[in-house]
């Protein structure tokens, strides 16, 4: 069945650094949803990208889909402790609204 | 707060028994989605309702059963539970039944099979 991995699987950084989540589907996707769960919380929808090659911005976050619509990334500009939380990818194939979500990359960022 | 809500907030029982979990989607959400995470499994996908008929079915174990109803809400009804079904019960809802949109999560709940 479909697999959606992600890298890393955990990632402690000092405030002000830079973040990156890479996710990677074993089968081409229609589109892709993040979402940000803070511990002991929900998952949070974060963005959608449809396009190939597709980029958006929200303030220090930006979000890419990759060409051929088996990746995406999530990077953080100047992390904060606001940003603490673990990040999911999620996609669908054809015209199912059932989500695959990724195995989830764990942020720590410490002052 | 998403406007999903799920009953009830934690729940421990024993082997062997059966439980409901209930979940409101958002006023106007059609679709309902029910998840499992436990720690070394991420967030699995369980099943789908739309409109109160069935639309999509993930990993679900036999022993698992869901509905939604006229009235939208879902339950998910779990049974002759084991150890590893301890986990958080999450459900979510949508706005449609196809295509991906945006998925509002409600607290979840917490099991534990003792």
């Known amino acids: 069945g479909q697999q959606v991995m992600q890298i890393p699987q955990y990632q402690h950084v000092q405030e002000g650094e830079d973040f990156t989540t890479y996710c990677n589907s074993s089968?081409?996707?229609?589109?892709i949803q993040w979402y940000k769960q803070r511990p002991g919380g929900h998952p949070v929808f974060l963005i959608q990208?449809?396009?190939?090659?597709e980029v958006k911005k929200q303030k220090r976050l930006t979000f890419q889909f990759g060409e051929a619509k088996k990746n995406s990334s999530l990077h953080i500009t100047a992390t904060q402790t606001t940003d603490v939380g673990t990040y999911f990818c999620?996609?669908?194939?054809?015209?199912?609204?059932?989500?695959?979500f990724g195995t989830g990359t764990r942020l720590q960022v410490t002052l | 707060d998403s406007g999903v809500t799920q009953t009830p907030k934690h729940l421990i029982t024993a082997t062997g028994q059966r439980v409901t979990l209930r979940c409101s989607p958002r006023?106007?959400?059609?679709?309902v989605y029910w998840y499992q995470q436990s720690l070394d499994q991420g967030l699995q996908f369980l099943i789908q309702?739309?409109?109160?008929?069935?639309?999509a079915k993930g990993n679900i174990l036999e022993r698992f059963s869901a509905q939604q109803f006229p009235d939208l809400h879902s339950e998910l009804n779990l049974s002759s539970l084991e150890l590893g079904d301890s986990a958080l019960y999450f459900c979510?809802?949508?706005?449609?039944?196809?295509?991906?949109?945006?998925?509002?999560f409600g607290p979840g709940t917490r099991l534990t099979v003792t």
């Open positions: 979510a809802s949508s706005v449609e039944g196809q295509g991906a949109h945006e998925q509002y």
């Open positions: 089968t081409t996707l229609s589109n």
């Open positions: 006023s106007g959400d059609l679709s």
């Open positions: 309702y739309y409109n109160g008929e069935e639309r």
């Open positions: 990208l449809v396009k190939s090659g």
């Open positions: 999620a996609g669908n194939t054809g015209t199912a609204s059932k989500l695959t």
